[in-house]
């Protein structure tokens, strides 16, 4: 499985950036896909999932501001982030496993910076 992030940039301190990660290869569409990030010195922190079926969960921080979704058909999943904060700055990393199965079925992108200028 191949995933391939986009949408990164820089971006002002209120402003909105929409990322998607195009899955492909050998996919299991009842997977989980979620977004992941990683600040300058930082570990690696969740920021959003999505099921197969729609359910999502949210870290506390982006949860008013950050939306994720995904269109099974195209295999893709979507962040759109809203009211960006210089603290949002990090890069973002794709994802999609299966829960239960992370042993063999855990997938990562190769990751888009953003970056929020204060």
């Known amino acids: 499985v191949q995933l391939q992030a986009s949408g990164g940039g820089l971006v002002q301190a209120g402003g909105s950036l929409r990322l998607s990660c195009a899955a492909s290869g050998r996919i299991i569409t009842r997977n989980i896909m979620g977004w992941y990030r990683q600040a300058a010195g930082e570990q690696r922190e969740l920021v959003a999932t999505i099921t197969s079926g729609g359910t999502t969960r949210y870290a506390d921080s982006v949860e008013d501001r950050f939306t994720i979704s995904r269109d099974n058909r195209r295999n893709t999943v979507y962040l759109q982030m809203e009211s960006l904060k210089p603290e949002d700055t990090a890069v973002y990393y794709c994802?999609?496993?299966?829960?239960?199965?992370?042993?063999?079925?855990?997938?990562w992108g190769q990751g888009t910076l953003v970056t929020v200028s204060s």
């Open positions: 994802r999609a496993y299966l829960s239960g199965y992370r042993d063999i079925y855990d997938y």
